[in-house]
Structure formats: structure tokens, C-alpha cells
């Protein structure tokens, strides 16, 4: 028989139990992205003691030739004769323990940003009314399942420690992932102990570089503006969602969450927020220009013509999980490598480089601007303008 009661919502057993899940002990953000960094790590083997060697045995080469560029010998005055060959979860580990305070600001910034405040007054219905407390437990569970799946794919596809042009606890030697590595070599035909050496003088040169105080207090600066621009960004989407709210949300709810991701990634950016990843570009182009530029002194004894450098870099242009992670933190893999190429051949050509490489990592006022990097003529005639700080 028919029933005049309003009939039951088929909703109200799922937000409740979503609820009810979200509020569980278990329910932590960042179980969600180690769970789903497993799962984009995927079951690759523990790397043998036959895989390891060939990599790990070029320390002893590393540590003889690096100091022949006179550009490395002011980055890495004492290069060690350690190259570790890690595994992919052995560099999400230590990726995320040194990202950790990065991690956490994105997390905050973005992480509410799901559902409009608000919504409760707009509608009284029970979607409307469970939706906010759904999002404040949801926002932080799904950002962090994004980042745990992007950090587990990224790890899979570096293919040295210091890929990602980000502050970097310092380590002696370098550190390569080896089944990337060997992936490569056999995509660019070349042995993997020659990859392997070439990628060892890059990881050891952007290691020293990426631990140097200068360095990391411009990037820390960038990284957090970059992070905190992004929460600006949220809380004035938000605003705009809530006018939006009445006219769609309360009848179609589902289609809200389409909008703000669209609306976000369409952003359009502040003259204030393009100087800051304009600075963020050069902080990072700086350090990958001057290990290539020490790398090219290097080439002629050590690689010879090495055609396939030329695809290697391509190749890291294009590695679709590491330009998603440099791009989530403000940082544009191909802009950066096509300036600091452009960087590294002038540099490379100047007989004071090694010098003025060295002032610019013992003096934040000596570092180069973005059109220094253009022209590095520039650059040192302005250092030979100031006096020298003691």
C-alpha cells in the first residue's frame, strides 16, 4: 500500500556512514597517500646486488673527475666516491620526509576547497546540510590521494634524487633510481653505466646546489609565496562558488565540484603571483644551468660528442609525472630547461665563471635575475660594479 510519508532518501545511509567513516582513528590524510603511492608504485621488485654494481661502482669516477670543471670545483669543493642506487619507494620515502613542510602547506591551501561555505543557509535540504562537513573531512583525504598518486608515479620516473629542482637536505655523493635509469638507457640505446655517470656528476652537482643556504632560502621563500597564492587563489573561488550555489548547487550539487576544478585550473594569475614564479623559475633554472654548464666542461673527455644527451633531455622534458609534481609546485620543466641550456652554453664560455658562480652562492644580492640568466654579460657586469661582500 502507498505511503503519503515522505519517501526516505536513498542518500542519507551513504553521508551518514561517509561521515562516520571520515571521523574514524583510521581516517588519516597521509595513510590515504602512502596507500596510494603504493599503488602507483606498483609491486616493482627489491633491486639485486648485479643491478646495484653498475651504478654504485661509478663513485670512485665521479669523485676523480668532477673536480677537472672548474664550475664544480666551487659547487662540490670535496665530492665524495658514493653513488647509491635506490629503489622507486626508497624515493618517495625520503621525498616526502624532505617535502614534508611543502606537502602540508599544499594540503591546507587546497585542501578545503571542495564544497563552498555557506551552502547550509542557501538550501535546507539534507545533501546541502551534510555536504560542508563531508568536504572539510573529504578536501584533505582527496588532495592528499592526489598527491600520494602523483608522488608514487614520480617516483617510478626519476631518474636522480634532485630531479625535482626543490630544497634538499644535504647528502654526500648521488643518488640514482636505478630501474629509471636502466628504462632509459635502453630507451636512448646507450650502456647504462654511461647514463649512469652522466646522471651521478648532475645529481652530486644539483645536490650541493639545492642544499646551499642562498639557494634554499630563495627557493623556500618562492616555494611558500607559490603555496600560499594558491590558498588566496581557493578562498577567492570559494566566494565565487557561493553565488553560484543558488543558481546551481542546491538543485545539482555533483556538478559544483566540476565547476570549481574547471573555474581553478583556468585561474587567472595576479601581476604579483607571475613575479614570484618568475622568481621561481630562475631559482631553478640557476641551478640546473650550472651543473649542465659544469657537466659541458666535463663532456669532451668524459662523453665525447654523446648524441644521446641531446634525448635525454628531451626525454626528461617529457616525463609526463615528474612535469605534473614540478608543475603542482609552480615550476614549468620545459621553460626552465630551455633557459637554463641557454645559461649553462654562456656561461660555460666565460673564463670567470667558476668566480661568479661563487658569488652568487655565498651572497643573495650576487645571485642572477631572470634577464641575467638571458645575459650573463649583465649579470657580471653588475658584480664587478659592487664591491664584494666581506
Not at 90 to 102: F, M
Not at 159 to 178: F, S
Not at 206 to 228: I, K
Not at 358 to 373: M, Q, V
Request: hydrophobic share 45%; aromatic share 6%.
Amino acid at each position: 500500500m502507498a505511503s503519503d510519508e515522505e519517501p526516505v532518501n536513498p542518500f542519507e545511509f551513504l553521508l551518514n556512514d561517509l561521515v562516520r567513516a571520515m571521523s574514524a582513528e583510521g581516517a588519516d590524510p597521509s595513510r590515504v597517500r602512502d596507500q596510494l603511492a603504493r599503488v602507483a608504485l606498483g609491486a616493482t621488485p627489491s633491486l639485486s646486488a648485479t643491478e646495484r654494481a653498475p651504478l654504485e661502482d661509478l663513485g670512485l669516477v665521479v669523485a676523480r673527475y668532477l673536480p677537472e670543471s672548474s664550475i664544480a670545483a666551487q659547487v662540490v669543493p670535496d665530492p665524495s666516491p658514493l653513488v647509491r642506487a635506490q629503489h622507486p619507494s626508497d624515493v618517495y620515502a625520503e621525498l616526502v620526509s624532505e617535502l614534508g613542510p611543502y606537502l602540508e602547506l599544499f594540503e591546507q591551501s587546497v585542501g578545503a576547497a571542495f564544497v563552498p561555505g555557506g551552502a547550509v543557509e542557501a538550501s535546507g535540504t539534507l545533501v546541502a546540510q551534510m555536504l560542508p562537513l563531508v568536504s572539510e573531512r573529504l578536501g584533505p583525504l582527496v588532495v592528499n590521494a592526489q598527491l600520494g598518486s602523483l608522488l608514487g608515479h614520480y617516483s617510478s620516473s626519476c631518474l636522480i634524487r634532485c630531479e625535482l629542482v626543490v630544497p634538499r637536505a644535504q647528502r654526500a655523493g648521488a643518488t640514482l633510481a636505478a630501474a629509471a635509469v636502466r628504462q632509459v638507457a635502453s630507451e636512448l640505446g646507450v650502456s647504462v653505466e654511461e647514463l649512469g655517470l652522466w646522471l651521478a656528476f648532475d645529481d652530486v652537482l644539483r645536490g650541493a646546489l639545492l642544499a646551499n643556504p642562498v639557494v634554499v632560502d630563495r627557493l623556500d621563500v618562492e616555494l611558500r609565496l607559490f603555496l600560499l597564492d594558491l590558498r588566496a587563489d581557493v578562498d577567492a573561488l570559494s566566494e565565487h562558488l557561493r553565488g553560484r550555489w543558488s543558481e546551481l548547487g542546491a538543485e545539482r550539487p555533483g556538478e559544483l565540484f566540476g565547476l570549481g576544478v574547471a573555474e581553478w585550473l583556468n585561474r587567472d594569475e595576479s601581476e604579483a603571483q607571475r613575479a614570484n614564479r618568475r622568481e621561481l623559475q630562475t631559482t631553478a633554472a640557476f641551478v640546473v644551468g650550472v651543473s649542465l654548464a659544469a657537466l659541458e666542461q666535463l663532456r669532451p673527455r668524459l662523453f665525447g660528442h654523446g648524441a644521446w644527451i641531446k634525448g635525454l633531455t628531451d626525454l626528461r622534458e617529457h616525463r609526463s609525472a615528474v612535469v605534473a609534481l614540478a608543475e603542482l609546485f609552480g615550476m614549468d620543466v620545459a621553460a626552465i630547461t630551455a633557459t637554463a641550456e641557454r645559461f649553462a652554453v654562456a656561461l660555460s664560455q666565460r673564463d670567470d665563471a667558476p668566480e661568479l658562480v661563487a658569488r652568487a652562492l655565498r651572497d643573495a644580492d650576487a645571485f642572477p635575475t631572470h634577464d641575467e640568466l638571458a645575459a650573463p654579460d649583465r649579470w657580471a657586469e653588475r658584480l664587478e660594479a659592487q664591491e664584494p661582500r666581506r
